[in-house]
């Protein structure tokens, strides 16, 4: 099996972790500002801490990234912000499951933006694997309820958080070429750490303007949003990892098994049972991830 197939299994299953984290956070007096500001909190320190020490391990001199390095993780940073803080804030309109499965639109938004950024085309199975798997997130994307509406406001923020961490993805794709020729897993440390560092920074900033006193609440929590930064930073270097080994669209096709993981918390952690409807839809979406991983069989 392909090292970025097993790195992107495995992030996929850490964030699912998170997320369930993150879910509970909001029950425990922390806004969704402040349940995604501990997404990136904890991060920034143990991200960067690992990369200095594998520098050092490996007597590798620090490199200097130039802008375009920059452009990317600010890029990718910033996307991944906006994104995090609208899929806790839908966590509070629908089933916990298909919350999640409403970003995953985001697989044909980074193949396009894949394209128009970095040139880097998806093959015809590619294709035929994310449309699999957009019908099953469309199956997924209803209401429980009777006569509810396809496109409501759960469905606005799920598509806008698919797209954003579409650009997200491609924006952390680029950061990890920009490291080139350094080896690809301290490329991906890299660019993690400067990527957590600025969204510490950027949403810390925006806690003290928006919500005064959210920061220090979360600190006070710290024994709870401590692990959502570890989960978070651990899920972020898989993800990093992978892209720094093929394109962000494989990736996050792959990805998509993450809703088969969401499912399961769903129903043994949170107790929320799905429709049949919803279980077609995913079955969709492991269709077209085992489609993904034939193709590169």
């Known amino acids: 099996m392909s090292l970025w197939v097993i790195f992107t299994l495995a992030a996929a299953a850490m964030q699912t972790v998170r997320f369930m984290l993150q879910k509970q956070l909001k029950g425990v007096g922390l806004s969704t500002g402040g349940a995604t500001f501990s997404r990136f909190l904890f991060a920034a320190p143990i991200a960067s801490a690992l990369a200095a020490l594998v520098l050092v391990a490996t007597g590798t001199a620090p490199p200097v990234p130039g802008p375009g390095f920059w452009a990317h993780v600010t890029l990718g940073a910033t996307g991944q912000i906006v994104a995090t803080f609208l899929t806790v804030a839908l966590f509070s309109m629908r089933n916990f499951a298909v919350g999640v499965a409403f970003t995953k639109s985001e ?36 209401g429980t309820e009777a006569g509810a509406n396809l496109f409501g406001r759960a469905a606005v923020y799920g598509v806008l958080a698919g ?26 440390l890299l660019a993690l750490a400067a990527a957590t560092v600025f969204q510490t920074a950027a949403m810390g900033l925006w806690l003290i303007w928006r919500e005064p006193g959210e920061i220090g609440r979360v600190l006070a929590r710290w024994r709870r949003t401590a692990f959502v930064g570890l989960t978070g930073m651990l899920g972020s270097l898989g993800w990093f990892t992978a892209f720094s080994l093929q ?51």
């Open 107 to 142: 697989t044909v938004q980074v193949a396009l933006f894949s394209a128009v950024l970095l040139g880097e085309t998806v093959s015809p199975l590619g294709w035929l694997a994310i449309g699999i798997g957009l019908a099953g997130v469309l199956l997924l994307s209803r």
């Open 163 to 188: 797209g954003l961490f579409g650009l997200s993805a491609i924006g952390y794709r680029g950061a990890t070429l920009a490291l080139m020729p350094l080896p690809f897993f301290l490329r991906a």
């Open 247 to 297: 394109n962000a669209a494989y990736v996050r096709a792959l990805g998509q098994v993450e809703i088969v993981f969401t499912l399961l918390a769903s129903a043994l952690v949170f107790r929320e049972r799905l429709a049949l409807r919803e279980g077609l839809g995913i079955a969709l979406v492991v269709a077209a991830v085992v489609v993904i991983v034939l193709s590169f069989g």
